[in-house]
Protein backbone atom coordinates (compact mmCIF):
# COMPACT_ATOMS: atom_id res chain seq x y z
CA UNK A 1 0.00 0.00 0.00
CA UNK A 2 1.55 3.47 -0.76
CA UNK A 3 1.42 6.17 1.63
CA UNK A 4 1.70 9.73 0.39
CA UNK A 5 3.34 13.04 2.50
CA UNK A 6 3.19 15.91 0.84
CA UNK A 7 5.64 18.80 2.10
CA UNK A 8 6.97 22.29 1.01
CA UNK A 9 3.69 24.68 1.37
CA UNK A 10 3.55 27.94 3.64
CA UNK A 11 3.07 31.53 3.25
CA UNK A 12 4.19 33.40 0.29
CA UNK A 13 3.55 36.81 -1.35
CA UNK A 14 2.33 36.85 -4.96
CA UNK A 15 4.56 36.13 -7.55
CA UNK A 16 6.86 34.26 -4.69
CA UNK A 17 7.89 30.30 -6.00
CA UNK A 18 7.30 27.39 -3.72
CA UNK A 19 8.90 23.70 -4.06
CA UNK A 20 6.05 21.18 -2.99
CA UNK A 21 7.11 17.57 -2.34
CA UNK A 22 5.35 13.94 -2.41
CA UNK A 23 7.03 11.12 -1.02
CA UNK A 24 5.82 7.65 -1.64
CA UNK A 25 6.63 4.94 0.30
CA UNK A 26 6.23 1.84 -1.79
CA UNK A 27 7.37 1.61 -5.76
CA UNK A 28 6.81 4.76 -7.14
CA UNK A 29 8.02 3.69 -10.48
CA UNK A 30 5.02 1.38 -10.65
CA UNK A 31 2.39 3.63 -10.90
CA UNK A 32 2.12 5.15 -14.04
CA UNK A 33 0.20 8.38 -13.73
CA UNK A 34 1.36 10.88 -10.67
CA UNK A 35 -0.64 13.93 -9.98
CA UNK A 36 -0.99 17.06 -7.83
CA UNK A 37 -4.13 17.97 -7.13
CA UNK A 38 -5.86 21.08 -4.50
CA UNK A 39 -8.32 21.94 -2.90
CA UNK A 40 -9.03 25.37 -2.52
CA UNK A 41 -10.86 27.23 0.21
CA UNK A 42 -14.55 25.99 0.21
CA UNK A 43 -14.55 24.56 -3.59
CA UNK A 44 -13.57 20.84 -4.26
CA UNK A 45 -10.49 19.09 -5.17
CA UNK A 46 -9.04 20.02 -8.29
CA UNK A 47 -6.62 18.38 -10.73
CA UNK A 48 -3.32 20.82 -11.03
CA UNK A 49 -0.68 18.44 -12.90
CA UNK A 50 0.18 15.36 -13.43
CA UNK A 51 3.10 13.19 -14.83
CA UNK A 52 3.28 9.79 -16.42
CA UNK A 53 6.11 7.46 -15.68
CA UNK A 54 7.19 8.11 -19.23
CA UNK A 55 7.84 12.04 -18.11
CA UNK A 56 4.81 13.45 -20.95
CA UNK A 57 3.32 16.29 -18.59
CA UNK A 58 -0.56 17.81 -18.12
CA UNK A 59 -1.30 20.92 -16.49
CA UNK A 60 -4.47 22.88 -15.99
CA UNK A 61 -4.69 26.13 -17.88
CA UNK A 62 -4.52 27.94 -14.57
CA UNK A 63 -1.29 26.89 -13.92
CA UNK A 64 0.77 25.78 -16.79
CA UNK A 65 3.31 28.14 -17.79
CA UNK A 66 4.36 28.88 -13.65
CA UNK A 67 4.06 25.06 -12.42
CA UNK A 68 6.22 22.25 -12.85
CA UNK A 69 5.73 19.07 -11.98
CA UNK A 70 8.29 16.14 -12.00
CA UNK A 71 8.97 12.62 -10.36
CA UNK A 72 12.23 10.49 -9.65
CA UNK A 73 11.21 7.24 -9.49
CA UNK A 74 14.27 5.94 -8.14
CA UNK A 75 13.22 8.43 -4.43
CA UNK A 76 9.52 7.60 -4.89
CA UNK A 77 9.35 11.35 -4.68
CA UNK A 78 7.13 13.88 -6.98
CA UNK A 79 8.15 16.98 -6.82
CA UNK A 80 5.72 20.73 -8.04
CA UNK A 81 8.12 24.02 -8.96
CA UNK A 82 5.38 26.73 -8.42
CA UNK A 83 6.43 30.03 -9.30
CA UNK A 84 4.43 33.59 -10.12
CA UNK A 85 1.57 32.61 -7.52
CA UNK A 86 -1.22 34.00 -7.14
CA UNK A 87 -3.71 34.73 -4.52
CA UNK A 88 -6.01 32.15 -6.17
CA UNK A 89 -3.12 29.52 -5.80
CA UNK A 90 -4.22 29.09 -2.34
CA UNK A 91 -5.32 25.75 -1.42
CA UNK A 92 -4.66 22.59 0.17
CA UNK A 93 -2.19 20.50 -1.87
CA UNK A 94 -2.20 16.81 -2.41
CA UNK A 95 -0.64 14.30 -4.58
CA UNK A 96 -1.73 10.79 -5.62
CA UNK A 97 -2.03 8.85 -9.06
CA UNK A 98 -3.23 5.54 -10.25
CA UNK A 99 -3.14 3.98 -13.74
CA UNK A 100 -4.85 6.58 -15.94
CA UNK A 101 -5.28 10.32 -15.99
CA UNK A 102 -7.70 11.50 -13.26
CA UNK A 103 -7.78 7.69 -11.32
CA UNK A 104 -6.24 7.95 -8.56
CA UNK A 105 -5.69 4.74 -6.26
CA UNK A 106 -4.33 5.50 -2.59
CA UNK A 107 -5.53 7.03 0.26
CA UNK A 108 -5.68 10.45 0.28
CA UNK A 109 -2.43 11.79 1.97
CA UNK A 110 -2.98 15.66 4.65
CA UNK A 111 -1.73 17.74 1.85
CA UNK A 112 0.05 20.42 2.88
CA UNK A 113 -1.14 23.84 3.30
CA UNK A 114 0.05 27.04 0.40
CA UNK A 115 -1.25 30.41 1.44
CA UNK A 116 -0.97 33.18 -1.00
CA UNK A 117 -1.01 36.57 0.88
CA UNK A 118 0.64 40.12 0.26
Known amino acids: QVQLVESGGGLVQPGGSLRLSCAASGILGSVAVMAWYRRPPGKQRELVAE???????KYADSVRGRFTISRLNAENTVYLQMNSLKQEDTAVYYCNGGPVSGKVLFPWGQGTQVTVSP
Open 51 to 57: ITRGGSQ
